[in-house]
């Protein structure tokens, strides 16, 4: 195909499945604007995204009392990516005794489609400086990726308690084949960035630490123009607020990753403005890092550029489209610039925002996106 303006080859447009699956809470919210967001994108560049919708967590639960009901995960199977929200309940948070439960439903959907790896960038935007807590001389130029793993660790191992309550345990469980493939990931990946990888673990504590330990080690050494260090996660929590310009690619255990990327979202300004992506052999899903926020669902004020971010990077990791998702990114940028907030953004030091709500933003940026 020819490129009419610049009589240059056109790079060829695609025709992709995506399954959106909004969730609970500012899910159905956010991932609204996802969506347009892919959509626009599709017109834009004459890409043919066919979309469908299916059910899962809380929803899933009121609607088929299944948190992953099998058409979920069939249609999940039929797609090339999967656009999700959030999934929770206050309902279940306040009663842990509940059997059947929203996560449920995230964490099967994650081990029926291999995802294992969890990809979570953490930039800033110039524009977000004065949002974040942390100040803005140590936070200019942070640009880290987590590979945080999916598969492993307490999440899935053994859960015991005992019948007078008097006791309960979870296993910390990792097989050395589970952190082998998330560690090529995390270090091919690293190759391309700037070939520095910093692996966190516990190794002076815990025995399935140490096997991650050495095991990464053990892979290191297939990539020898990468700089590979280890650190343990206390210390890592703190080095994060310290400095977190010495940080480039994170590789990093299930509940580590759960934990530390939630610190990193201040680096970025908000929650609101996380996106990540669980990728395995197959299928990708990409969803904001942030959950169902119960205390602002329904209220119009949730930040929907995890979720637009979160499309870009099934633009820019699912699909290979580079420049759809920079346009995405651009898009996100110019409207930030122009000064538009959602309420978890605004500059605490000026009176010069203009705060929007979750579609005023979404409308900002389509509008962006497509008159770029
Ligand atoms: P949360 O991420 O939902 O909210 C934490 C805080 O960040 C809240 O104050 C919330 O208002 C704010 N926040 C989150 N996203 C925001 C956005 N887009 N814009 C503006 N502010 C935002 O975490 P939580 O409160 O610990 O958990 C709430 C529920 O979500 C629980 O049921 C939990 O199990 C579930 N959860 C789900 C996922 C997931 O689906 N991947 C992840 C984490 C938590």
């Known amino acids: 195909m020819i490129d009419d303006k610049h009589n240059m080859p056109r790079a060829e447009t695609l025709q992709k499945k995506i399954l ?6 500012i899910g159905p919210e956010v991932t609204r604007w996802g969506r347009r967001v892919l959509e626009a994108v599709a017109e834009k560049f004459g890409h043919t995204f066919e979309f469908d919708e299916a059910l899962m967590g809380h929803a899933a639960i009121e609607a088929t009392g299944n948190p992953l009901p099998d058409e979920t995960l069939e249609k999940a199977r039929q797609s090339d ?3 999700f929200g959030a999934i929770g309940h206050p309902k279940y948070d306040q009663d842990p005794q509940l059997k059947v439960r929203p996560e449920q439903g995230l964490l099967r959907i994650r081990k029926e489609l291999g995802l294992y790896a969890n990809l979570r960038p953490i930039k800033l935007f110039d524009e977000l400086l004065a949002a974040s807590s942390i100040k803005p001389e140590v936070l200019q130029g942070a640009d880290i990726l987590f590979f945080r793993e999916l598969t492993g660790d307490v999440y899935f ?47 002076n504590v815990l025995e399935s630490s140490r096997l991650w330990r050495s095991t990464v080690q053990r892979i290191a050494a297939a990539y020898p123009d990468v700089q590979c260090t280890h650190m343990f996660v206390d210390n890592a929590a703190m080095q994060l607020i310290r400095d977190p310009r010495q940080f480039d690619v994170i590789l990093t255990s299930n509940l580590f990753g759960d934990i530390l990327t939630d610190e990193a979202s201040q680096i970025a300004g908000s929650m609101g403005m996380l996106a990540s992506a669980s990728l395995g052999d197959g299928t990708g899903l990409y969803e904001p890092i942030h959950g169902s926020a119960p205390d602002i669902a329904g209220k119009g004020v949730a930040n929907p550029l995890a979720s637009i971010l979160s499309a870009a990077l ?11 998702a920079d346009a995405v990114w651009r898009a996100v940028e110019q409207v930030l610039r122009k000064g538009y907030r959602t309420l978890d953004i605004a500059d605490k030091h000026t009176e010069n925002n203009m705060i929007v709500g979750t579609d005023g933003m979404g409308q900002q940026v389509i509008q962006q996106l497509v008159h770029a």
């Open 81 to 83: 990516a999967i656009l």
């Open 314 to 324: 099934m633009l820019q990791v699912g699909f290979q489209l580079q420049e759809e």
């Open 20 to 25: 959106v699956i909004p969730g609970d809470g």
């Open 157 to 203: 191992g053994e859960k015991k308690r005992a019948d007078d309550n008097s006791w309960a345990s979870d296993l910390m469980i990792y097989h050395a084949y589970e952190v082998e493939r998330i560690a090529h990931k995390a270090f091919e990946t690293a190759r391309q960035r700037r070939k520095k990888l910093c692996s966190v673990d516990k190794a």
